[in-house]
């Protein structure tokens, strides 16, 4: 179960319920013409994400954007997941880290090296066809790229 908090006016926060898992997660929600979803947080958090989407009145299908502020599981490891419930939306992510996205098995294979090869259960799952994806540079903010999926 998520819980959706007004942080500031058209700024939300989706969490996890207090006392599960998921609690210590959060994704934002910034409304305006176009909707950008910053932090998808790890894959099993994408319940969380839908939940409180829907709450609000929005879907999936209903952002522009999705912006990993960073690379590590916790922030990005699922990022896979809701751009594939949102196909039309475009990929924000430093330069450093879109290689992480492109080839997650470098994300993969660090955060084992973090954890002991035993990777926390909420980040277990990554969705492995963001190779498919590739970088547009974005001129219009130095160092930032929009990855554009080719899906099928």
Same mark, same amino acid.
């Given at each position: 179960?998520?819980?959706?908090?007004?942080?500031?006016? =058209?700024?939300? !926060?989706?969490?996890?319920?207090?006392?599960?898992?998921?609690?210590?997660?959060?994704?934002?929600?910034?409304?305006?013409?176009?909707?950008?979803?910053?932090?998808?947080?790890?894959?099993?958090?994408? !319940?969380?994400?839908?939940?409180?989407?829907? %709450?609000?009145?929005?879907?999936? =299908?209903?952002?522009?954007?999705?912006?990993?502020? $960073?690379?590590?599981?916790?922030?990005?490891?699922?990022?896979?997941?809701?751009? !594939?419930?949102?196909?039309?939306?475009?990929?924000?992510?430093?330069?450093?880290?879109?290689?992480?996205?492109?080839?997650?098995?470098?994300?993969?294979?660090?955060?084992? !090296?973090?954890?002991?090869?035993?990777?926390?259960?909420?980040?277990?799952?990554?969705? $492995?066809?963001?190779? =498919?994806?590739?970088? %547009?540079? =974005?001129?219009?903010?130095?160092?930032?790229?929009?990855?554009? %999926?080719?899906?099928?």
């Amino acid at each position: 179960m998520s819980i959706v908090y007004e942080e500031a006016e =058209n700024i939300y !926060r989706i969490t996890g319920e207090p006392g599960t898992p998921l609690a210590s997660f959060q994704s934002f929600l910034i409304v305006d013409d176009k909707k950008v979803l910053v932090e998808p947080g790890p894959s099993a958090f994408i !319940r969380e994400i839908q939940e409180g989407l829907r %709450k609000l009145g929005f879907t999936a =299908n209903s952002l522009s954007y999705i912006f990993p502020t $960073h690379v590590p599981m916790d922030h990005a490891g699922g990022t896979g997941y809701p751009a !594939r419930l949102a196909p039309q939306a475009k990929i924000i992510v430093h330069q450093s880290g879109a290689k992480h996205l492109l080839l997650p098995h470098k994300l993969i294979e660090g955060a084992k !090296r973090a954890y002991s090869a035993s990777l926390p259960p909420v980040w277990a799952t990554i969705i $492995h066809d963001i190779i =498919n994806w590739t970088l %547009k540079e =974005n001129t219009m903010a130095y160092g930032t790229y929009f990855i554009e %999926k080719n899906m099928v």
